[in-house]
T-cell receptor
């Protein structure tokens, strides 16, 4: 069936370093790729997204890249701060349905 | 706050109990969703309602029964659950049903359910 693989499952970085989280999807009909941040006790919140007709999108310290041929997309966080510590989820969506990754727990060490 | 509230935030129930989870959105959205979030597993879509009509039932056992009385409220009625149903249940809403940045899903904080 359709699935999204997400790696790594946990990631620890020093404050100020960069963090990269990678996802691979299986459904070639997917054309929308959002990333969510989930803090403790809260629901997931959209932080950045990309459509299949774009290869890269940037918003301040976060960026997403998409390789549609390889069915890979990645989240890049630069100059990490302690408040970036959270669980991050990727998703791939076709017309209606979202398929989520298993999440990456990011710890930014001060 | 995201504009989506869920009650209760925590619920402990026995396998023979009947309980209900409530979700309310204050965003004027037309689509509402129930997701199940279990440890080390992807978010699982359970139900989708669009304009108060159920448009998706993702092979969910009948012990979970959704109800959408109007576009602002969504319930999940629980009956004779199993311990493996213990999870975080998330409600979300979006303007429309199509996936995309103009139909961003806004999630509530979830209800942490424990089935004994």
């Amino acid at each position: 069936g359709e699935n999204v693989e997400q790696h790594p499952s946990t990631l620890s970085v020093q404050e100020g370093d960069s963090a990269v989280i990678k996802c691979t999807y299986s459904d070639s009909a997917s054309n929308y790729f959002p990333w969510y941040k989930q803090e403790l006790g809260k629901g997931p919140q959209l932080i950045i997204d990309i459509r299949s007709n774009v290869g890269e999108k940037k918003d301040q310290r976060i960026a997403v890249t998409l390789n549609k041929t390889a069915k890979h997309f990645s989240l890049h966080i630069t100059e990490t701060q302690p408040e970036d510590s959270a669980v991050y989820f990727c998703a791939a969506a076709g017309t209606y349905k979202y398929i989520f990754g298993t999440g990456t727990r990011l710890k930014v060490l001060a | 706050e995201t504009g989506v509230t869920q009650t209760p935030r925590h619920l402990v129930m026995g396998m023979t109990n009947k309980k209900s989870l409530k979700c309310e959105q204050h965003l004027g959205h037309n689509a509402m969703y129930w997701y199940k979030q279990s440890a080390k597993k992807p978010l699982e879509l359970m139900f989708v309602y669009s304009l108060e009509e159920r448009v998706e039932n993702n092979s969910v056992p009948s012990r979970f029964s959704p109800e959408c009385p109007n576009s602002s409220h969504l319930f999940l009625h629980l009956h004779t659950l199993q311990p493996e149903d213990s999870a975080l249940y998330l409600c979300a809403s979006s303007q429309g049903q199509l996936a995309g940045s103009d139909n961003e899903q806004f999630f509530g904080p979830g209800t942490r359910l424990t089935v004994l």
